[in-house]
T-cell receptor
């Protein structure tokens, strides 16, 4: 199956800082999703992005399908951004990476 | 209010018992999925269904069973054959194979 690798595994930020999360995948995919898992376990959809760039408020994502990677940018981080960020590639199912745990300190 | 509901939120099971987790969606999505999440890990696919009365095994189907008698419902049974069932279970749905949306999850603990 498709392998998905996320980096870094952990990220500690001071409130207001910017950061970049990376997702590499091993094969061509139909699509890609980014999620934020909150402390209660709920997966929040952030982006559904097969290629190109999308923005939603302080978050943006870029997928370069030909080079098999995607990036998630968090700007002006807030404590509410804390949690685990997952990248998942879409074939007939979602194949998840292990996630990046983000901690934003006030 | 459209969405995906899962019940119960927490479930405790004695060893040797079967338990059934509920997943309902009112998004009119064709496809539904069950995933398992263990601490510190990503999600793994248990079963999925693309249409009513049809379903396929995912990567870790052993010890689990499902049914899809109605479009809006996809219950998961964790059987006594599942050796390590304690985990967080998440249900998802999508229109075809497009963007998937998740329910709030069920935390199962075996006592």
């Amino acid at each position: 199956g498709i392998q998905v690798e996320q980096s870094p595994p952990d990220l500690i930020l001071q409130e207001g800082a910017n950061s970049t999360l990376r997702c590499n995948f091993s094969d061509s995919v139909n699509n890609l999703q980014w999620f934020h898992q909150n402390p209660w376990g709920q997966l929040i959809n952030l982006f559904y992005i097969p290629s190109g760039t999308k923005q939603n408020g302080r978050l943006s994502a870029t997928t370069v399908a030909t080079e098999r990677y995607s990036l998630l940018y968090i700007s002006s981080s807030q404590t509410t951004d804390s949690g685990v960020y997952f990248c998942a590639v879409v074939d007939y199912k979602l194949s998840f990476g292990a996630g990046t745990t983000v901690t934003v300190r006030a | 209010d459209g969405g995906i509901t899962q019940s119960p939120k927490y479930l405790f099971r004695k060893e040797g018992q079967n338990v059934t987790l509920s997943c309902e969606q009112n998004l009119n999505h064709d496809a539904m999925y069950w995933y398992r999440q263990d601490p510190g890990q990503g999600l793994r696919l248990i079963y999925y269904s693309q249409i009513v009365n049809d379903f396929q095994k995912g990567d870790i189907a052993e010890g689990y069973s499902v049914s899809r008698e109605k479009k809006e419902s996809f219950p998961l049974t964790v059987t006594s054959a599942q050796k390590n069932p304690t985990a967080f279970y998440l249900c998802a749905s999508s229109m075809g194979g497009n963007e998937q949306f998740f329910g709030p999850g069920t935390r199962l603990t075996v006592l």
